[in-house]
């Protein structure tokens, strides 16, 4: 079920009414835990089984892991838990993408290896739920955390519906303690939850579909267009991506709240970075800090040295890069993000020696990152590398096209309208229309942005959301 | 009055948030303005000298000239040692999802200007959307022949040979009085009062050509559908196939019959037209082109004429189809300017 669709808005509102009325906390829960696999089913309820699957695992090794006294039996407990973890994301997920670069490096090789092609389907949301509970394994390994011992808590946990395609990859810690209690949002919550709804719809229907549209036509063929236009889609696709997953969390942590949780912000105005390594901090922080934590420091983060710390930033980005999906252009675009960190850093050496910074230099700074960081949009957008090495050919033998102020228009458009959301929000923080003094100019703003949402989404196809195929 | 300024703040908040929308809208081409207009000599037409950007089942860019057609700027009248080829027809010919350099008069234009640099050779495109064989005439008779075409190039499937004007309105209509075919514009009171009470609107607020578009969805019976997803089963329409034997309208056939000798027909769809149009051409002495074989071909290379991959719908001609039949049309005219030398 997409959050862009009217069939989501038809489920809410016959489920939250029944919410509201249920008296128990247990029942709440139960409730939700059906709706969300409803949720999830709805695009294939076969799907439903490997989430169950994953969940009954986690639930039994994290129990087993926090009653076992041996060091030994709780090392292998936590590697039981990474190996059916990870094993069934790699089977589901990566699982061709190694029998093809190993039957590519064997017919390099003269071996001539007929492997299967398993024709897998890719389970919605897998990456996410896979991270979400592979991070309450090793918590409470680490010992951060207890487990529950309600199964419903846990599975709820796993499978909340607002978050469980598409994120933020919560924490047990401070997920897991919300579902332990009645759920009961306040009206404060109410209201905050309709207005991040209401703006991110917004976003991602009228910002990120739409600029989503010439991405797609522009991708899907680029023999048939010149350079200007190749150079709109790569920068419309920057903010196609931005808005189509911010909108996503905003509406993700809307619907959570309008059921009494509080999810984590997953965005924090990332296009406002100076630098490479602020964008990482408020880009996809649920990711970002998920990897920092179970990957980045296991790995010994900057405590071993410097050239240790510049591997360890590779190895995370890579595999980061890798998480977003089975092929070589995510394994570029990780690769890239890591060389600017590793760069950043060197510089950060030698610049945290000299204090003073120009307005001028912090605004090109602003500029720089935006520009590195759509650059490597490019790999990630990409189909394969005959399409990057168009782009580039495109780019470099400059043709002229008819449209070009139209085109320039449109970035600007697109530009301007996403920098001053993002600013508003910067300042204001996201529920922002609510700090208005008056309730009547709030309804009337919110109420024209859903309006023209609505209409632009009753005619126009609903686009799924790019990190749903993640 | 406390409730007038309540009702204004609201009101005014309102407006102002659809306003902000509306100037994002129309200056990121999220949705266009109206591009028709209503002209006394033509009906229902284009406007004069406009970019106009549309996103279906393809992207499109189109602009028209100072004539109303899409095309580049060209004198009406024309110039010596120019031949002049006019394709008229319906959306497909007009290239309505795509960009302008790759119609199929751009690219005919391009491949007999290749051909023969000898020569100098125009291509217009008067292709409209809606259109059928009665439109298309009347278009002739009504704006195209100003243009001194040497050939005229009627793309036609078998839809289009039935001069039904019922939708859409305000188009140019052929009719048959006192057994000679007569031009005029299809001008219902009604209809033309309901397009000029909201031209205002539509051609200057993106907001209401969206309005439009969801009142065609809900006319087309998909609100169900949009509205509760997987839960809404579509009434299934009972498909009655019947052994229909072709028969011409009496107008159609009254416009073959006066159709000038430098007329060229061609199917414009992969099925190859009724047997009794080649007849008909043949007998009124017009070329009769049938194309299905580029389609057939098309076909045969991997390529579905009509498929849109970045949206995954079927629906007009797309990109390689045009350039198909741009350049198997081209080869063909060239063969006949050749001949005519």
């Known amino acids: 079920m997409l959050f862009n669709s009217f069939v989501f808005f038809f489920f809410l509102s016959i489920i939250l009414p029944i919410f509201y009325a249920l008296p128990s906390k247990k029942s709440k829960n139960i409730f939700l835990l059906i709706c969300s696999y409803f949720f999830y089913g709805y695009w294939d309820w076969r799907f439903c089984f490997l989430l169950l699957t994953s969940t009954i695992i986690d639930f039994i090794i994290g129990e087993k892991i926090f009653s076992s006294s041996s060091d030994n039996k709780r090392k292998w407990l936590l590697r039981l838990s990474l190996f059916t973890n990870l094993g069934i994301l790699c089977v589901f997920k990566y699982f061709n993408f190694f029998i093809e670069n190993f039957k590519t490096i064997a017919d390099n090789l003269n071996f001539k290896l007929d492997f299967i092609h398993l024709n897998i389907l890719l389970p919605i949301g897998i990456s996410f739920y896979t991270f979400q509970t592979l991070s309450y394994t090793i918590d409470i390994y680490n010992k951060k955390i207890k487990p529950t011992n309600n199964f419903v808590d846990f599975a709820l946990f796993v499978s909340f519906f607002p978050q469980l395609v598409a994120g933020p990859i919560e924490r047990a810690k401070t997920l897991l303690p919300q579902l332990s209690k009645k759920l009961n949002p306040s009206f404060t919550q109410i209201k905050q939850g309709i207005t991040l709804i209401i703006l991110g719809l917004f976003r991602k229907v009228m910002i990120g579909d ?65 630098n490479i390594a602020k964008f990482w901090r408020r880009w996809h922080i649920s990711l970002s800090t998920w990897l920092r934590d179970y990957l980045y420091f296991p790995l010994g983060g900057n405590r071993k040295g410097l050239s240790r710390t510049y591997l360890n930033l590779m190895i995370t980005m890579l595999l980061g890069g890798l998480w977003h999906g089975a092929s070589w252009n995510f394994v570029i675009w990780g690769g890239l993000h890591g060389v600017y960190l590793i760069l950043y850093k060197m510089y950060h050496r030698f610049q945290s020696k000299k204090n003073s910074k120009s307005k001028l230099i912090n605004f090109g700074n602003y500029i720089l990152t935006f520009f590195l960081v759509t650059f490597t949009w490019l790999f990630f957008r990409s189909e394969n590398y005959e399409s990057t090495e168009m782009i580039f050919s495109k780019i470099i033998n400059w043709e002229t096209s008819e449209y070009f102020y139209l085109f320039l228009r449109v970035i600007c458009s697109y530009l301007v309208v996403v920098f001053s959301i993002d600013y508003i929000e910067y300042k204001y923080g996201h529920t922002s229309v609510l700090k208005l003094k008056s309730n009547l100019v709030i309804i009337g703003i919110l109420s024209g942005l859903f309006l023209v949402t609505l209409m632009y989404m009753f005619q126009a196809d609903s686009l799924p959301f790019v990190y749903f195929q993640f | 009055m406390r409730f007038v300024k309540k009702f204004l703040i609201l009101l005014f908040s309102f407006l102002g948030t659809l306003f902000f929308c509306e100037l994002f809208i129309s200056s990121a081409k999220i949705a266009e303005l109206s591009f028709a207009e209503y002209y006394d000599d033509i009906g229902k037409g284009l406007l004069k000298s406009r970019e106009f950007v549309n996103f279906n089942e393809g992207f499109s860019i189109l602009s028209t000239n100072e004539y109303r057609f899409v095309g580049d700027v060209v004198s009406k009248s024309k110039p010596k040692n120019t031949i002049r080829v006019a394709l008229i027809g319906d959306s497909f010919v007009q290239g309505a999802q795509m960009f302008e350099r790759h119609t199929l008069s751009r690219i005919m234009e391009d491949n007999l200007r290749l051909k023969s640099p000898n020569k100098v050779v125009e291509v217009l495109n008067f292709g409209r959307a809606g259109f059928n064989v009665g439109h298309m005439y009347a278009y002739q008779k009504l704006l195209i022949e100003d243009f001194e075409p040497d050939y005229f190039i009627y793309f036609l499937s078998k839809e289009d040979l039935v001069s039904d004007y019922s ?51 809900v006319n087309q019976g998909e609100t169900g559908g949009i509205l509760f997803g997987k839960f809404y089963s579509k009434p299934q329409i009972k498909i009655i196939e019947s052994e229909h034997v072709f028969e011409f309208d009496p107008i159609t056939s009254k416009i073959f019959e006066n159709l000038s000798k430098n007329t060229i027909i061609i199917n414009s769809n992969a099925s190859i037209l009724p047997i009794k149009v080649e007849e008909k051409c043949v007998e009124n002495g017009l070329l009769y082109w049938d194309m299905t074989y580029c389609f057939d071909e098309l076909q045969k290379s991997g390529i579905i004429f009509n498929e849109w991959k970045a949206t995954n719908k079927l629906g007009h001609w797309n990109q390689y189809c045009h350039q198909k039949l741009g350049i198997e049309i081209a080869n063909k005219l060239n063969h006949l300017l050749d001949e005519s030398d």
């Open chain 1, 210 to 274: 739409t600029a989503g549209r010439y991405v797609d036509h522009i991708f899907n063929d680029l023999s048939l267009y010149k350079s200007i236009e190749i150079i709109a889609a790569i920068i419309l696709f920057s903010i196609q991506i931005y808005a189509d997953f911010s909108g996503y969390s905003h509406i993700a942590r809307g619907t959570a709240k309008l059921l009494g949780v509080e999810l984590m912000k997953n965005f924090e105005q990332p296009y406002f970075s100076q």
């Open chain 2, 167 to 217: 939708f859409p309105p305000l188009l140019p209509r052929t009719d048959i009085i006192n057994d000679s075919l007569s031009i005029s514009i299809n001008v219902e009171t009604s209809e033309l009062n309901k397009y000029q009470n909201t031209k205002f609107l539509t051609q200057n607020f993106t907001f209401f050509n969206i309005l439009n578009a969801c009142r065609y969805k």
